[in-house]
């Protein structure tokens, strides 16, 4: 049997039950990311929308047959992107106004991620690219076959 995991009215995924088990061994302070993130009040909502939207790519981690480790850097690289997102809000108000998918899917590109702030060294920066690459990789292939809907 599935379950629907909605993120907002923007589009729905479908994932197996026992995935939010997996989910919280994988990620046991996943609901707190929101409240990381958060400078203000208004940052709450949309880091909420950021989680539900990073939780299909680290459902579909959990699949792969990657190293434990290179699955917490995966893991801790969506939080940082998480927290770039919610740094870019409150750098360009106007961003608020549009759904949190397609700020998320502008900030990536093909070749990687945002860079971070503050400034993190040059090796640690690929390592944050490749995962945004991979996510970016994930959310093409996501698009492409229907499994997704973004409004973008």
């Known amino acids: 049997m599935s379950e629907e995991i909605k ?7 479908v ?9 919280l061994q994988f990620c046991p302070d996943i609901k707190g990311w929101p409240a990381s993130w958060a400078g203000e009040e ?9 989680v539900e939207f990073l939780k299909p790519f680290l459902l579909y981690l959990l699949t792969t047959k990657l190293a434990p480790k290179t699955l ?11 927290g770039e997102v919610i740094r870019s809000l409150n750098d360009d108000p106007s961003l608020r106004r549009k759904p949190v998918e397609k ?15 503050p400034q993190i060294t040059e090796q640690q920066q690929d390592a944050f690219d490749a995962s945004c690459r991979k996510f970016y990789h ?3 292939t996501a698009i492409d076959e229907d499994k997704i809907i973004l409004k973008i």
Do not use: Y
């Open 72 to 82: 917490r850097r995966f893991r801790d690289h969506m939080w940082m992107l998480g």
């Open 15 to 23: 994932t197996e039950d026992n995935d939010a088990c997996r989910l």
């Open 103 to 117: 700020v998320i899917f502008d900030l990536l590109e093909k070749e990687g991620g945002p860079l971070i702030w």
């Open 138 to 140: 994930f959310l093409q």
């Open 7 to 13: 993120k907002g009215s923007r589009g729905v995924i």
């Open 42 to 50: 208004s940052d709450i909502t949309p880091g909420r929308e950021i």
